[in-house]
Antibody, heavy 121, light 106 residues
Framework: QVQLVESGGGVVQPGRSLRLSCAAS????????MHWVRQAPGKGPEWVGV????????FYGDSVKGRFTISRDNSKNTLYLQMDSLRVEDAAIYYC??????????????WGQGTLVTVSS | DIQMTQSPSTLSASVGDRVTINCRAS??????LAWYQQKPGKAPKLLIY???TLETGVPSRFSGSGSGTDFSLTINSLQPDDFATYYC?????????FGQGTRLEI
């Protein structure tokens, strides 16, 4: 069965960087687009961005554009989220989610359990 | 960005009731709309995509309808497990956006 396991969350100071990982198994990772979605405490979900199956196309939400970078290593079945210049408002649970197709059909019901990022001095 | 507005924000209902949650997009999104259910401490669970297609395993008491800018999620014969928060989400254009949520309470 599909499994997505995020890691790399933790406490970081404003302005610093953090890299999250999402280890995928149970499906053909190299043919699936992948998304990152975050959810701040007590708030609704916010889409962070998407990467196509081959990594050639990436799109980001306005609040993270220019600061966050999504990448993937298909040889390791792993998705990454590099977060730079972190702000207090970036604090959230970060989820990776599988696309229904190669990156353009929206998230399907396969999400990870999330990893918590806290941004605080 | 396309703004998604849900109504109501909170909905009180009883087991066995039929309820409808509405979602309005700030511009046409065709039928690129999904509905999620979320319970405390859990990731959102996809219920419906492409406005009206039930995700595998979702009970048939859930249904979705609409097109363009106005959409709705209907739950027939509410079950105790259905009391949760529901979100609509558009995926017609990047960036994808979610509604603010509707809390369905007993």
């Amino acid at each position: 069965q599909v499994q997505l396991v995020e890691s790399g969350g933790g406490v970081v100071q404003p302005g610093r960087s953090l890299r999250l990982s999402c280890a995928a198994s149970g499906f053909t990772f190299k043919t699936s687009g992948m998304h990152w979605v975050r959810q701040a405490p007590g708030k609704g979900p916010e889409w962070v961005g998407v990467i196509s199956y081959d990594g050639s196309k990436k799109f980001y939400g306005d609040s993270v554009k220019g600061r966050f970078t999504i990448s993937r290593d298909n040889s390791k079945n792993t998705l990454y989220l590099q977060m730079d210049s972190l702000r207090v408002e970036d604090a959230a649970i970060y989820y990776c989610a599988k696309d229904r197709g190669t990156g353009w059909l929206g998230m399907d019901d396969n999400w990870g359990q999330g990893t918590l990022v806290t941004v605080s001095s | 960005d396309i703004q998604m507005t849900q109504s109501p924000s909170t909905l009180s209902a009883s087991v066995g009731d039929r309820v409808t949650i509405n979602c309005r997009a700030s511009q046409s999104i065709s039928d690129w709309l999904a509905w999620y259910q979320q319970k405390p401490g859990k990731a959102p669970k996809l219920l419906i995509y492409k406005t009206s297609t039930l995700e595998t395993g979702v009970p048939s008491r859930f249904s979705g309808s609409g097109s363009g800018t106005d959409f709705s999620l209907t739950i027939n014969s509410l079950q105790p497990d259905d009391f949760a928060t529901y979100y609509c989400q558009q995926y017609q254009t990047y960036s994808y956006t979610f509604g603010q949520g509707t809390r369905l309470e007993i």
